[in-house]
């Protein structure tokens, strides 16, 4: 007879195994963070007007006021239609490192705005960086408090915030989650990535190209052709729901889907509340976008694409050349010939290269024995 103390052992290391396999999504955005040495010292600005407490490095302090303001004028603009929450919120500033983004963890339950401004006109448009960061990355606490009511609330008792990371991942498709942020980022501020012409380009090419997928397809990708990520193709969804149904119809798929726990538990809410599936409204609404002239492409190949190409004096071209058959790697063009120069690192992508006639810059992760990995040009 096996020992007791052994089984337990072994269902524990099973447990781990399942919720990390589903929670990789947790994470994802947090892989680039550098440990922001000890000396660095944090002072704290507690909001009247919102449930939320900044962070910011000493010495920041007009940045923070800044952000401040903007936290306690917009937290409930942001939050419309949604249950309102009193549990207060950690939000921290970084201002150590290159990379351009933000997230919301529920693993050391925080909000972190990297504050470096992003150099992608498809994402900045002519908005100032922290807005963007405050429009979307509350709209994801906003979402999340979603999942602490309802029987989504016995899970997160049960379970803790890790349960219910795990759970909502589960229940709710991230097409949903990052399009209802991208939307609110426009609601909000002067421009949004829905009023960038280049934030969709990649989902109109393909709709022109290939032709309507199913939406399975848009989900589960493919090796074949490029299709646009959650971010593209959830953002036009997002904002066609929001156009047919309502401002509250997002908030109330997101707590019916987390209300009830089933198989295809999203799809059966969403056909409940909006009369149809899923797959039949994003065919409806991917439709639109496709020019009635146009004539699919129905061949099959791999992709390769050129990113940041930038002509230099001499009339060569440099640019980030990656694929499915590709090492992302940074190649001349000259008189229609090409010529690799060199294979990237875990590079940081900033959205351009920096490129004269004699050098190229771009940002990578080096090793450091210390700190584990430092960003360094």
Request: aromatic fraction near 12%.
């Amino acid at each position: 007879m096996a020992n007791r103390a052994s089984i337990e052992v072994v269902l524990r290391t099973l447990l781990c195994l399942f919720v990390c396999s589903f929670s990789f999504t947790s994470w994802g955005q947090s892989a680039l963070l550098d440990q922001n040495p000890f000396s660095l010292k944090f002072q704290k600005i507690s909001l009247k007007e919102a449930p939320l407490d900044l962070y910011f490095p000493a010495g920041y302090d007009s940045v923070a006021q800044e952000t401040a303001h903007e936290l306690e004028s917009k937290w409930s603009i942001i939050g419309s239609n949604f249950l309102k929450k009193t549990r207060r919120f950690p939000i921290v500033l970084q201002n150590q490192g290159l990379v351009s983004n933000g997230f919301v963890s529920l693993i050391a339950p925080r909000a972190e705005f990297l504050t470096t401004p992003s150099q992608d006109a498809a994402l900045l448009g002519t908005n100032d960086w922290l807005p963007l960061l405050v429009s979307h990355e509350m709209r994801h606490v906003h979402q999340n408090n979603v999942a602490q009511a309802g029987f989504a609330r016995w899970v997160h008792g049960i379970f803790g915030a890790y349960g219910q990371s795990v759970y909502s991942n589960l229940m709710i498709p991230n097409w949903l989650w990052e399009g209802d942020a991208i939307e609110t980022e426009s609601r909000i501020n002067a421009m949004g990535r829905s009023q960038i012409p280049q934030f969709k380009l990649p989902l109109s090419a393909y709709l022109h190209t290939y032709g309507v997928p199913k939406y399975a397809n848009m989900m589960g990708k493919s090796y074949q052709r490029l299709v646009p990520n959650h971010y593209v193709f959830g953002q036009y969804l997002s904002q066609q729901m929001t156009k047919d149904f309502g401002d509250s119809f997002i908030p109330s798929l997101l707590q019916s889907a987390l209300n009830h726990p089933m198989l295809f538990g999203f799809s059966r809410q969403f056909k409940k509340q909006a009369g149809k599936s899923i797959d039949q409204y994003a065919k409806d609404v991917f439709t639109k976008l496709i020019d009635e002239n146009a004539v699919p492409d129905s061949s099959k190949q791999g992709f390769t694409q050129y990113l940041y190409p930038t002509k230099l004096a001499d009339g060569r071209i440099v640019a980030l050349k990656t694929g499915f058959s590709d090492i992302r790697q940074l190649v001349e063009i000259n008189g229609g010939k090409e010529r690799r120069l060199s294979y990237f690192g875990p590079m940081i992508d900033a959205s351009m290269l920096s490129a004269s006639n004699d050098y190229v810059l771009w940002s990578e992760l080096v090793f450091h024995p210390r700190w584990g990995q430092k960003q360094q040009s």
